[in-house]
Protein backbone atom coordinates (compact mmCIF):
# COMPACT_ATOMS: atom_id res chain seq x y z
CA UNK A 1 0.00 0.00 0.00
CA UNK A 2 1.68 2.73 -0.98
CA UNK A 3 -1.03 5.65 0.01
CA UNK A 4 -1.17 7.83 3.01
CA UNK A 5 -4.03 7.03 4.90
CA UNK A 6 -6.42 8.93 7.94
CA UNK A 7 -8.96 8.61 10.00
CA UNK A 8 -11.42 10.88 11.51
CA UNK A 9 -14.93 11.66 12.32
CA UNK A 10 -17.90 13.55 10.47
CA UNK A 11 -17.74 16.88 13.00
CA UNK A 12 -13.88 17.37 13.31
CA UNK A 13 -12.88 16.72 9.15
CA UNK A 14 -14.10 19.80 7.10
CA UNK A 15 -11.35 18.63 3.82
CA UNK A 16 -10.15 16.44 2.26
CA UNK A 17 -10.86 12.93 0.23
CA UNK A 18 -13.28 12.56 2.86
CA UNK A 19 -14.83 8.73 2.43
CA UNK A 20 -17.88 7.77 5.69
CA UNK A 21 -17.01 3.99 6.78
CA UNK A 22 -20.05 4.01 8.95
CA UNK A 23 -22.82 1.17 8.61
CA UNK A 24 -25.41 4.59 7.88
CA UNK A 25 -22.64 6.48 5.44
CA UNK A 26 -22.60 9.54 7.28
CA UNK A 27 -26.72 10.52 7.07
CA UNK A 28 -27.39 11.18 10.64
CA UNK A 29 -25.07 14.18 10.28
CA UNK A 30 -26.02 14.53 7.06
CA UNK A 31 -22.64 13.73 5.25
CA UNK A 32 -22.92 13.27 1.19
CA UNK A 33 -19.79 12.12 -0.20
CA UNK A 34 -18.37 8.63 -0.59
CA UNK A 35 -18.75 5.67 1.53
CA UNK A 36 -16.82 2.62 1.34
CA UNK A 37 -19.62 0.04 3.51
CA UNK A 38 -17.15 -2.72 3.70
CA UNK A 39 -15.55 -0.96 6.42
CA UNK A 40 -18.45 -0.71 8.82
CA UNK A 41 -19.17 -2.94 11.43
CA UNK A 42 -21.70 -5.48 11.06
CA UNK A 43 -25.44 -4.90 12.40
CA UNK A 44 -25.48 -7.53 14.28
CA UNK A 45 -22.29 -7.74 16.09
CA UNK A 46 -22.56 -3.94 16.92
CA UNK A 47 -26.41 -4.37 18.30
CA UNK A 48 -24.59 -7.17 20.53
CA UNK A 49 -21.92 -4.22 22.05
CA UNK A 50 -24.45 -1.45 21.77
CA UNK A 51 -27.04 -3.44 24.02
CA UNK A 52 -24.14 -5.07 26.38
CA UNK A 53 -22.95 -1.03 27.41
CA UNK A 54 -23.17 -1.08 31.40
CA UNK A 55 -23.82 -5.01 31.54
CA UNK A 56 -20.89 -6.35 31.29
CA UNK A 57 -17.63 -4.89 31.98
CA UNK A 58 -16.31 -2.67 29.97
CA UNK A 59 -13.07 -4.33 28.67
CA UNK A 60 -15.08 -7.53 28.13
CA UNK A 61 -17.17 -5.50 25.78
CA UNK A 62 -14.92 -3.82 23.62
CA UNK A 63 -12.82 -7.04 23.06
CA UNK A 64 -16.18 -8.77 21.93
CA UNK A 65 -16.26 -5.85 19.43
CA UNK A 66 -12.98 -5.68 18.55
CA UNK A 67 -12.76 -9.61 17.88
CA UNK A 68 -15.70 -10.02 15.58
CA UNK A 69 -14.85 -6.71 13.87
CA UNK A 70 -11.39 -8.51 13.02
CA UNK A 71 -13.39 -11.71 11.86
CA UNK A 72 -16.63 -10.21 10.27
CA UNK A 73 -14.92 -7.51 8.89
CA UNK A 74 -11.49 -7.40 8.93
CA UNK A 75 -10.24 -10.64 7.91
CA UNK A 76 -12.84 -10.72 5.13
CA UNK A 77 -12.02 -7.59 2.87
CA UNK A 78 -8.96 -6.74 0.59
CA UNK A 79 -7.75 -3.28 1.88
CA UNK A 80 -5.12 -2.57 -0.45
CA UNK A 81 -7.88 -2.91 -3.45
CA UNK A 82 -10.26 -0.86 -1.77
CA UNK A 83 -8.49 1.84 -1.20
CA UNK A 84 -6.21 1.36 -4.10
CA UNK A 85 -7.52 4.48 -6.19
CA UNK A 86 -7.58 6.79 -3.25
CA UNK A 87 -5.35 9.62 -2.45
CA UNK A 88 -5.15 10.61 0.67
CA UNK A 89 -8.12 9.04 2.32
CA UNK A 90 -9.54 9.67 5.45
CA UNK A 91 -11.87 7.58 6.57
CA UNK A 92 -14.74 8.87 8.31
CA UNK A 93 -16.90 7.88 11.47
CA UNK A 94 -19.22 9.50 14.29
CA UNK A 95 -16.83 9.00 17.23
CA UNK A 96 -14.60 11.28 18.45
CA UNK A 97 -11.06 11.48 19.35
CA UNK A 98 -10.35 8.93 21.35
CA UNK A 99 -13.66 7.61 21.97
CA UNK A 100 -13.36 3.88 21.26
CA UNK A 101 -14.42 2.80 17.21
CA UNK A 102 -14.17 0.91 14.50
CA UNK A 103 -12.06 3.11 12.81
CA UNK A 104 -9.13 2.90 15.32
CA UNK A 105 -9.20 -1.01 15.11
CA UNK A 106 -8.91 -0.34 11.20
CA UNK A 107 -5.90 2.07 11.49
CA UNK A 108 -4.39 -0.29 13.78
CA UNK A 109 -5.23 -3.27 11.37
CA UNK A 110 -3.76 -1.04 8.32
CA UNK A 111 -0.78 -0.13 10.30
CA UNK A 112 -0.06 -3.95 11.44
CA UNK A 113 -0.66 -5.55 8.30
CA UNK A 114 1.14 -2.69 5.39
CA UNK A 115 3.47 -0.75 7.39
CA UNK A 116 1.62 2.18 6.57
CA UNK A 117 0.90 5.05 9.42
CA UNK A 118 -2.41 5.48 9.85
CA UNK A 119 -3.01 9.17 11.44
CA UNK A 120 -6.00 9.92 12.73
CA UNK A 121 -7.21 14.06 12.64
CA UNK A 122 -8.69 16.86 12.86
CA UNK A 123 -8.86 18.58 9.54
CA UNK A 124 -10.69 22.27 8.95
CA UNK A 125 -11.64 24.17 5.97
CA UNK A 126 -8.37 25.86 5.87
CA UNK A 127 -6.28 22.56 5.49
CA UNK A 128 -5.38 23.33 9.15
CA UNK A 129 -4.43 19.98 10.44
CA UNK A 130 -4.55 18.62 13.98
CA UNK A 131 -3.35 14.90 15.16
CA UNK A 132 -5.20 12.59 17.45
CA UNK A 133 -4.11 9.94 19.68
CA UNK A 134 -5.63 6.22 19.28
CA UNK A 135 -6.13 4.62 22.12
CA UNK A 136 -3.32 2.54 22.85
CA UNK A 137 -5.22 -0.77 24.56
CA UNK A 138 -6.56 -1.23 20.65
CA UNK A 139 -3.43 -2.65 19.04
CA UNK A 140 -3.07 -5.04 22.17
CA UNK A 141 -5.93 -6.53 22.36
CA UNK A 142 -5.97 -6.78 17.91
CA UNK A 143 -3.42 -8.20 18.37
CA UNK A 144 -4.38 -10.79 20.69
CA UNK A 145 -7.40 -11.29 18.25
CA UNK A 146 -5.38 -12.46 15.42
CA UNK A 147 -3.35 -14.78 16.72
CA UNK A 148 -6.40 -16.64 18.40
CA UNK A 149 -8.35 -16.33 15.16
CA UNK A 150 -5.64 -17.69 13.31
CA UNK A 151 -4.55 -20.84 15.93
CA UNK A 152 -8.16 -21.66 16.01
CA UNK A 153 -8.36 -21.27 12.21
CA UNK A 154 -5.31 -23.78 11.80
CA UNK A 155 -6.47 -26.24 14.56
CA UNK A 156 -9.77 -26.56 12.66
CA UNK A 157 -7.47 -28.00 9.60
Known amino acids: MKTRVFTGNYEECKAGNLISISGDRGKKVGFVGRAIPQFAPKKGFWMTFFNNIGKIPEADNIRYYIEEYYKQVLSKIDIEELLKDEKDPILLCYEKGQNFCHRHILAEYIEMKYNVKVRD???????????????????????????EYKEAEFADD
Open 121 to 147: IKIDENLNIEENERPKYIRKMLEDVIV
